[in-house]
């Protein structure tokens, strides 16, 4: 199936990426090519088959609920971009307006 | 000492005669490291790796069993080590420094194996030529012009260059085994389930596994036991008890079956690469096993279903790089614009590209078409791998339809670089382990055979491999560069 360029900016918007307009016509292209060759699936009789998300034997691991050591506030805010740490919290752009 | 001996056994065998010691194996491929031309390494941490090489001779002056004692190796640089940078090959982690290590990183440091640093990858593991890294291309050390495979290039460079003794990488569609077919080395991808993900930066989950590139069979299956076991931090490992995976090395394939498919001998495949690998099946006819022609119809939609359900769980994996917690932020004037443009610039071309093809086939109205779809055909692969398993102990086929290719050749063609890994990506869609081993030269550049076992039938799987081993000298080629 062919994508278009509005398909290409719709996802990317999901995907929350910034793309350039080359890397817009780039994609579409190449997006195209590869979704042709996903499309032969549809030729494989599915009707009975259920879907495998994992190969794995398991399910529902559960383990003893024992209190175990992890990382200090530091440790785990020392990753914090350049401002992005605010005393014990990461620091973010307002996203409430009207306050 | 000139140059690392070839394999883990050898130099345990030197440390426990006094002929070298750890620090010494430790300086020996750092030196060998820090001289490398092939781009290999994004970082090399000597301080650390003398430190830990101290440490080993203390033990094994103490008598230590371990074979990995006092042993250099290189990380993949999508593992996480604590304190030291991890990159996974992209920017959007610039300045990541783990606060803590990956389970399999902590089991070798408690192997006492000594960790030289950190090695060049796809970025995010999602390439098959290591030409995705954000920090440039790894050359092929048998000819410089051509890729080493990926995304575990940095990783199969550093065994197959002599600059360590093994590596770890990674392997979602064949990112070992691929560029250990490329290199002339063994690679190995367990069965998934054997080897814990955590602290492994995540790429789609319900296929990573974590495995070793190494010079001989009897090598890969050393790191395997130290890597297999439960772990509790990651609920996919089996709980199953610890396996001497070596029993079987020497047992030889009389008497076994042994399947080729012939959906993996294709048109399209090199001349060269078909050669070596039927003289392989030959050779293992010859030892006593038996060839059956087998039958795995579907393999053809291995490659949908896999740039399916990769995309898919890549997109939502790495929906975390948002520029809040760590690496990259690019400000914009408002948080969902700080997003879009950290993600925007973070990300290399060909983690864009997935992202788009994975949310895509994750969106509304087209989940069912093509996400479920996939899922649903991934069942059916699963169940011909298990049909063909009740029929033969093993399942022989090449790694790779070619040999290494020219740096830059498929970069603009996506579904052609994809096609490397037809031959590998089915053995992660079915949770199956396989292993590359070198079976010879085509127009001078090494060929990969593959064998996959039925899950968790590791020791068949080496067995196999080690008996090929012994009955060619194939493994014992080394590139110039390393000789």
Same mark, same amino acid.
């Given at each position: 199936m062919p994508i278009d360029r509005a398909t290409i900016v719709h996802v990317a918007d999901l995907a929350r990426i910034a793309l350039t307009e080359e890397e817009i016509e780039r994609f579409t292209g190449q997006l195209s090519v590869v979704l042709d060759a996903v499309e032969r699936l549809k030729a494989v009789d599915t009707s009975e088959i259920s879907p495998t998300a994992s190969t794995l034997p398991l399910v529902g691991v559960q383990r003893d609920d024992v209190i175990r050591p992890g990382l200090t506030t530091d440790e785990a805010l020392a990753n914090a971009p350049k401002g992005g740490r605010d005393g014990e919290f990461f620091r973010v752009q307002e996203i409430l307006e009207g306050r | 000492m000139k140059g690392l001996p070839r394999t883990i056994i050898e130099a345990a065998a030197m440390l426990r005669r006094r002929e070298t010691n750890a620090l010494e194996l430790a300086e020996v491929a750092l030196r060998a490291a820090h001289a490398d031309t092939f781009n290999t390494w994004l970082l090399l941490s000597d301080e650390r790796a003398k430190a830990q090489a101290r440490a080993a001779d203390e033990r094994l002056r103490a008598g230590d069993a371990s074979l990995l004692c006092g042993i250099p190796w290189a990380c993949k640089d999508i593992i996480g080590t604590k304190g030291v940078a991890t990159t996974a090959g992209s920017k959007i982690l610039e300045g990541y420094v783990p606060p803590y290590s990956a389970t399999v990183v902590e089991r070798l440091d408690a192997a006492g194996a000594v960790t030289l640093g950190k090695t060049n990858l796809d970025e995010f593991a999602?390439? $098959?030529?290591?030409?995705? $890294?954000a920090f440039g291309p790894v050359k092929n050390p048998w000819r410089v012009d051509r890729v080493p495979g990926g995304s575990s290039g940095g990783s199969a460079v550093a065994v197959a260059a002599g600059q360590a003794l093994f590596a770890l990488g990674t392997d979602t569609g064949g990112s070992i085994r691929q560029p250990a077919a490329l290199t002339g080395v063994v690679g190995m991808k367990p069965t &998934?389930?054997?080897? $814990?993900? &955590?602290g492994v930066v995540a790429f789609a989950s319900s296929l990573d596994q974590v495995g070793p590139f190494t010079n001989s069979v009897e090598d890969s299956a050393i790191v395997c036991e130290a890597l297999f076991g439960r772990d509790p931090n990651d609920a996919t490992t089996m709980p199953l008890p610890s396996e001497? =995976?070596?029993?079987? =090395?020497?047992?030889?394939? !009389?008497?076994m079956r042994l399947g080729v498919p012939k959906e993996f001998f294709i048109e399209g495949m090199e001349k060269g690469v078909e050669r070596a690998v039927r003289d392989a099946l030959r050779e293992l006819e010859r030892q006593g096993a038996q060839l059956v022609d087998v039958s795995l119809s579907l393999t053809d939609h291995g490659l949908a279903v896999y740039y399916l359900i990769q995309p898919a769980e890549a997109s939502a994996n790495l929906?975390? &790089?948002?520029?809040?917690?760590y690496g990259l932020r690019v400000q914009g004037p408002d948080l969902l614009e700080t997003y879009r443009r950290t993600r925007g610039k973070g990300f290399g071309p060909e983690v864009k590209r997935r992202m788009i093809l994975g949310t895509y086939a994750l969106s509304a109205g087209y989940y069912d078409a093509y996400y479920v779809k996939a899922q649903k055909v991934r069942t059916l692969i699963k169940q011909e791998f298990d049909r063909v398993f009740e029929k033969v102990d093993a399942i022989v086929t090449p790694t790779s339809p070619t040999v290494a290719f020219k740096?830059?050749? !498929?970069?603009?063609?996506p579904l052609s670089m994809y096609l490397n890994d037809i031959f590998t990506l089915p053995v992660n869609i079915s949770g199956l382990p396989g292993i590359s081993l070198p079976c010879g030269l085509s127009d001078g550049l090494p060929v990969g055979l593959q064998v996959i076992a039925n899950s968790y039938q590791e020791a068949t799987m080496f067995r196999v491999a080690a008996a090929y081993e012994r009955a060619t000298n194939h493994h014992e080629l080394r590139p110039e560069v390393a000789a």
């Open positions: - | 999602m390439g $098959s030529s290591n030409e995705n $890294s &998934y389930g054997r080897v $814990s993900r &955590y001497d =995976l070596r029993r079987e =090395l020497g047992r030889g394939v !009389k008497g929906a975390r &790089y948002d520029g809040v917690r740096i830059g050749q !498929k970069v603009n063609d």
